[in-house]
């Protein structure tokens, strides 16, 4: 089974890489940094899928626990939860989907406690007779503060389970890993001529922490660590019109795997061609040889920022960033958009996304829709839902 595993890996990966490859003086291949539990990269709800997958900066809302959880403080509301519903490939099945639950809590004025659960599941699977149904969770708290009237910090913890329920096989199991979030916000208010414009910043490193594996500990994977860098800028048009632009950049912190290719130019020359990637094995004993398997989880991170085969060139290739712009009317109905972009030798997510928004007191309602603009996307053409609730809206309905 792990062969078979890491056969189709390689081939999937070999494909696109031998889609990518460009001749030249400096070839370069589709390549991608690797990881473990890729839904923990996903865009849970729709307002930052709407905007580009922007998220760091924006003004804090109750789905600010995956994008930067040190934003709570700053929440209007003392406390909200919010569910979120994103379709997977509906264009070729029914049954895969991502659900992400969050709340959060504010205690007194200055800090607040958060909690979500993330479910992907990746529907039903036929292998060898049996039928098996993977899927990925993670469920994590986040504690934030404020330490000014204008700055505030967060930590995290997630427990993650990676289940893809080859039970019946003896050389797999469901893995498990640990990780770590650290976050934070900066708000204030800044004078544009005559217009008070509210100008946020947002870092988030996230997932620092164990590896994963899925077959007893003999192989291991990173998990997704991600280091997030947004700004926002909200300009009030009149009293009941504002518009806000935000951007976020990213950076996978997780060491660049040495491809297939490099394993061929490495062991047979740069003009040799394998179409049948029949050397799969040979190139897995090479990986081990060369310590990529032994790198630990905070070794990759500061590893991550200068191993790219490529240089400096390809470091900067592996940078993935969104933009986005939210225009709000009376701050209950919204129009948003956004785009989003990543290299093509390092992934080639390149999507447009438009989105819109409605909220009341006691709840809203956001909806999201991709259009991919390079290689089929999962999600393109997907329209994607995240219903939130607020507790002092509840409240008042309530009488309370």
């Known amino acids: 089974m792990k ?7 390689v081939i999937l990966l070999g494909a696109a890489s031998m889609n990518a490859q460009k001749t030249s003086d400096d070839v370069q291949t589709f390549n991608p940094v690797m990881t473990g539990v890729t839904s923990l990269t996903i865009a849970p709800d729709s307002r930052a899928g709407a905007m580009g997958d922007v998220g760091a900066a924006t003004d804090p809302d109750v789905n600010s626990q995956y994008w930067n959880p040190a934003k709570y403080p700053f929440a ?32 007194g004025d200055y800090q607040a406690i958060s909690a979500s659960l993330t479910y992907f599941s990746l529907g039903e699977v036929w292998v060898d007779d049996y039928t098996i149904k993977p899927y990925e969770m993670a469920v994590d708290f986040a504690y934030s503060r404020m330490l000014s009237e204008t700055f505030s910090a967060a930590v995290g913890l997630r427990y993650i389970i990676s289940d893809l329920n080859f039970n019946f096989d003896e050389d797999t199991s469901v893995g498990n890993a640990f990780a770590a979030d650290i976050a934070l916000f900066y708000t204030n208010y800044l004078m544009l001529g005559r217009r008070e414009c509210l100008f946020n910043l947002g870092l988030n490193a996230s997932n620092i922490g164990s590896k994963i594996s899925h077959d007893g500990g003999n192989t291991n994977q990173f998990i997704p660590t991600n280091l997030r860098l947004g700004a926002s800028f909200m300009v009030p048009i009149d009293e009941y019109n504002t518009i806000s632009f935000s951007a976020d950049v990213n950076k996978l912190m997780v060491p660049t795997k040495p491809s297939y290719r490099q394993f061929l130019d490495e062991e047979f020359g740069p003009e040799f061609e394998d179409d049948s990637y029949s050397y799969a094995s040979e190139y897995q004993s090479w990986l081990d040889a060369s310590g990529y398997n032994d790198i630990s989880p ?26 986005g712009v939210e225009y709000a009317y009376n701050n209950q109905f919204f129009l948003r958009g956004g785009y989003h972009y990543e290299n093509e030798f390092k992934g080639n ?9 409605f909220k009341m007191s006691v709840f809203s309602l956001d909806a999201a829709y991709l259009i991919s603009m390079a290689q089929s996307n999962p999600l393109d053409q997907t329209l994607r839902f995240t219903l939130s609730f607020d507790m002092d809206g509840i409240r008042e309905i309530m009488g309370r």
């Open 349 to 357: 997510r390149k999507y447009f996304t438009l989105g819109t928004g």
């Open 76 to 107: 209007i509301s003392p406390a909200g939860f919010s569910l979120a519903y994103t379709p997977w490939l509906r264009q070729l099945v029914s049954d895969i989907d991502l659900a992400n639950l969050v709340g959060y809590y504010r205690i």
């Open 298 to 323: 905070i070794s990759g991170i500061f590893k991550s920022f200068a191993d790219a085969p490529g240089g400096f060139k390809e470091e900067l290739q592996e940078i993935y960033w969104g933009v």
């Open 3 to 9: 062969k078979t595993l890491l056969l189709l890996s």
